[in-house]
């Protein structure tokens, strides 16, 4: 019975939460004033249908044809607007539940604003008031954590690996504080390490954390520092995609900033939800169980990625 449990964990867990960070990318330039350049980026491995725009009925609207750019496929569109686009609403639709829409407007006045539109939000109304801060990276971060990346079987393991909200808490932040790190190198152009090589690698981390489940919590040694090691390279996972999809140079630091408090915000609120599902078990004696679920599961998602992402390197 176990043996099968685990197999269907493997198995929808491959199936749910196997897939990169691409957020699709509207950016919009005003080139002069009621006339805008826009930039439409959609994932190639976009899961789901393709995602459409719609415009305000105030502008006229011209496309170039779609054309392939890095992991993305790119549309370029024209807008006459009788009005600006400040205080009107820009919808989208066919996005799937996994990937979010980043929208960024560049206003012909100097203003600046980002914002997120996704399958629960497909509307967003751009501000006529000046956008300080660049909060669209941090919903962005909030998404990308909690919509099921490679990162996130890292975090679930570490909970069931440490006991202590503080222990756990200094190791996630670690574990934050890591790839915030090497994001920021690899944004800056500082050093970047290659996109397929970076994901194998990572891969490598998940199998590595299943092997530290099966030991017990007196046999784990420093977990702080192997969250923090691994974090480096998870960082260049997902610094590639965020580069591709452009951040702007003007407001670089608030925006990683931002981002990485939305990352550290999604973890922080997984540790009370899976607490409790392991404090519930303890109760009924099924923990044992369920950390064996976690283990081979984690383990399996590490081989199958690792085996399908080498494949990707060589093929």
Same mark, same amino acid.
């Given at each position: 019975?176990?043996?099968?449990? /685990?197999?269907?964990?493997?198995?929808?867990?491959?199936? #749910?939460?196997?897939?990169?960070? +691409?957020?699709?990318?509207?950016?919009?330039?005003?080139?002069? %004033?009621?006339?805008?350049?826009?930039?439409?980026?959609?994932?190639?491995? +976009?899961?789901?249908?393709?995602?459409?725009?719609?415009?305000?009925?105030?502008?006229?609207?011209?496309?170039?044809?779609?054309?392939?750019?890095?992991?993305?496929?790119?549309?370029?569109?024209?807008?006459?607007?009788?009005?600006?686009?400040?205080?009107?609403?820009?919808?989208?639709?066919?996005?799937?539940? *996994?990937?979010?829409?980043?929208?960024?407007?560049?206003?012909?006045?100097?203003?600046?604003?980002?914002?997120?539109? +996704?399958?629960?939000?497909?509307?967003?109304?751009?501000? %006529?008031?000046?956008?300080?801060?660049?909060?669209?990276?941090?919903?962005?971060?909030?998404?990308?954590?909690?919509?099921?990346?490679?990162?996130?079987?890292?975090?679930?393991?570490?909970?069931?690996?440490?006991?202590?909200?503080?222990? *756990?808490?200094?190791?996630?932040?670690?574990?934050?504080?890591?790839?915030?790190?090497?994001?920021?190198?690899?944004?800056?152009?500082?050093?970047?390490?290659?996109?397929?090589?970076?994901?194998? !690698?990572?891969?490598?981390?998940?199998?590595?954390?299943?092997?530290?489940?099966?030991?017990?919590?007196?046999?784990?040694?420093?977990?702080?520092?192997?969250?923090?090691?691994?974090?480096?390279?998870?960082?260049?996972? #997902?610094?590639?995609?965020?580069?591709?999809?452009?951040?702007? +140079?003007?407001?670089?630091?608030?925006?990683?900033?931002?981002?990485?408090?939305?990352?550290?915000?999604?973890?922080?609120?997984?540790?009370?939800? /899976?607490?409790?599902?392991?404090?519930?078990?303890?109760? /009924?004696? !099924?923990?044992?169980?369920?950390?064996?679920?976690?283990?081979?599961? &984690?383990?399996?998602?590490?081989?199958?990625?690792?085996?399908?992402? &080498?494949?990707?390197?060589?093929?």
């Amino acid at each position: 019975m176990t043996k099968v449990l /685990v197999s269907l964990f493997i198995f929808f867990s491959s199936a #749910f939460f196997a897939h990169e960070f +691409n957020p699709a990318h509207l950016l919009i330039d005003e080139t002069e %004033e009621l006339e805008y350049e826009a930039l439409w980026m959609t994932p190639i491995k +976009n899961l789901g249908t393709s995602p459409e725009l719609t415009f305000p009925e105030i502008c006229e609207i011209e496309k170039d044809l779609p054309f392939r750019q890095g992991k993305y496929i790119s549309e370029k569109i024209y807008l006459k607007c009788t009005e600006s686009l400040k205080g009107k609403a820009i919808q989208v639709s066919g996005l799937s539940i *996994l990937n979010d829409a980043l929208v960024t407007v560049n206003h012909f006045d100097g203003d600046r604003f980002e914002g997120l539109m +996704n399958l629960k939000a497909p509307e967003i109304i751009i501000p %006529e008031d000046k956008q300080v801060y660049p909060t669209g990276y941090f919903y962005l971060g909030v998404e990308h954590l909690l919509g099921g990346l490679d990162h996130i079987i890292f975090v679930l393991g570490l909970i069931f690996l440490i006991s202590g909200f503080m222990p *756990l808490f200094k190791t996630i932040t670690a574990f934050t504080l890591a790839h915030s790190i090497t994001l920021a190198i690899s944004v800056l152009g500082i050093f970047k390490l290659p996109s397929a090589s970076t994901e194998a !690698l990572i891969a490598l981390t998940i199998i590595y954390l299943a092997y530290e489940l099966t030991k017990t919590e007196t046999e784990v040694k420093r977990p702080w520092l192997m969250a923090f090691g691994f974090g480096l390279l998870h960082g260049f996972g #997902f610094a590639g995609a965020l580069s591709e999809i452009g951040i702007a +140079n003007d407001q670089l630091f608030l925006s990683l900033l931002f981002f990485n408090m939305g990352i550290e915000i999604g973890q922080l609120m997984i540790i009370p939800i /899976v607490g409790t599902i392991i404090l519930l078990l303890n109760k /009924v004696d !099924l923990k044992n169980l369920f950390r064996s679920l976690v283990t081979y599961g &984690i383990g399996g998602m590490g081989c199958f990625w690792f085996m399908t992402r &080498i494949w990707g390197i060589v093929a």
